[in-house]
């Protein structure tokens, strides 16, 4: 395994390993989406991965798709993820920020009443949302008009300056798993006219302006982005999912990012192909894989020059220790689902170290 543990340079910062932690919603935020104290010290756990990037988090108010999801849009957000970035940097971590606009996931029981927004007024089949009366089914969304689009911008670019004034290392945006940026490039969700639909360069149109302002925010070494061209999840598909990853591969060179998070597959298995190769082929910076690997999968692909590094979920979920875990050949902790989402420790900050 000496290759997951060879350090790596992720734009500013260097990586004493390639094992990153990948974003996992736990909905352990209060009702007003502040960060907890119950977060720092989950987040402190896992600060041995080369770098956490942390949930998904609400860029701006009025987008709840979770619930007891965590925002970074109010002074009381702030403060509490910047307990968590002390908390992390105080045990030798590197952390990122994932910035998130829910889209059509929302839910108008989550956003006092209000409608949610997509590029195209069409609903989440097939899927339900935990909201506080219970599971109900999404609904349509409304389609957002073209000036209403810099708001989104702006909201990004807010979330950007909260982040850095909470003491995060960078920023991810969130492309990915069927939310706004990602309901906005895939065709299966986007049915819109005019600049922002159609042909993939206008498709891609919103996720590029709000990869600039946050650059503008940042600098480019302290920015990634977050893709999934096959996830179905949310309803999602794509006529030309590896013509889209390709095609965003080679345009996403003009950012010069710290990094591309690419998922590889798809959750549920209903579309295939291999996205890795040609992104891998037409990307010049540095990419992180995500999806299903195993600590030896993960070291062999990277010694290949496949991926740079990889981000690993349900693992690092149950593991604290996980890096440490793999150099020992330890086996790891069985992640427990029933506690995914659910308030308090139980399955989120009670999992045991190889030494407990």
């Known amino acids: 395994m000496n290759t997951l543990f060879s350090p790596l340079t992720v734009g500013a910062l260097t990586a004493p390993n390639r094992i990153f932690m990948a974003p996992l919603t736990r909905c352990r935020a209060d009702a007003e989406h502040v960060p907890t104290a119950l977060m720092s010290e989950y987040y402190a756990q896992r600060a041995s991965a080369g770098l956490i990037i942390a949930e998904a988090t609400m860029a701006m108010p009025g987008n709840s798709s979770f619930w007891m999801e965590p925002g970074i849009h109010s002074a009381a ?84 300056e909260n982040a850095r004034a909470a003491g995060f290392d960078g920023v991810e945006v969130h492309g990915a798993n069927g939310y706004l940026l990602d309901e906005f490039l895939r065709d299966g969700a986007n049915k819109r006219t005019g600049p922002y639909g159609g042909p993939v360069e206008n498709r891609a149109r919103l996720l590029f302006e709000v990869i600039a302002a946050v650059i503008g925010v940042w600098g480019s070494e302290r920015v990634g982005l977050r893709l999934s061209p096959l996830n179905s999840y949310n309803s999602m598909i794509d006529s030309d999912p590896i013509g889209l990853a390709t095609w965003l591969a080679r345009r996403l060179n003009d950012f010069q990012l710290a990094y591309l998070h690419l998922m590889r597959g798809d959750f549920f298995q209903q579309q295939s192909g291999d996205v890795l190769t040609p992104v891998r082929a037409n990307y010049k910076g540095t990419l992180i894989g995500n999806m299903g690997y195993t600590a030896m999968e993960a070291d062999q692909t990277i010694a290949e020059g496949k991926v740079d590094a990889v981000a690993f979920g349900t693992s690092f979920l149950a593991n604290p220790d996980l890096p440490a875990r793999i150099k020992a050949g330890a086996p790891l902790n069985r992640p427990n689902a029933a506690t995914f989402y659910t308030p308090g420790p139980e399955g989120y900050t009670d999992y045991p170290t190889m030494e407990s």
């Open 77 to 160: 957000q702030v403060a509490g993820w910047r307990r968590t970035t002390a908390a992390v940097h105080a045990a030798g971590g590197r952390i990122f920020l994932q910035i998130w606009h829910g889209g059509r996931a929302c839910h108008p029981l989550l956003n006092n009443g209000a409608q949610p927004v997509a590029p195209s007024a069409i609903p989440i089949t097939g899927d339900e949302v935990h909201t506080p009366e219970g599971k109900k089914p999404y609904v349509t969304p409304r389609e957002l008009r073209d000036d209403e689009l810099p708001g989104i911008v702006a909201g990004f670019a807010k979330a950007a």
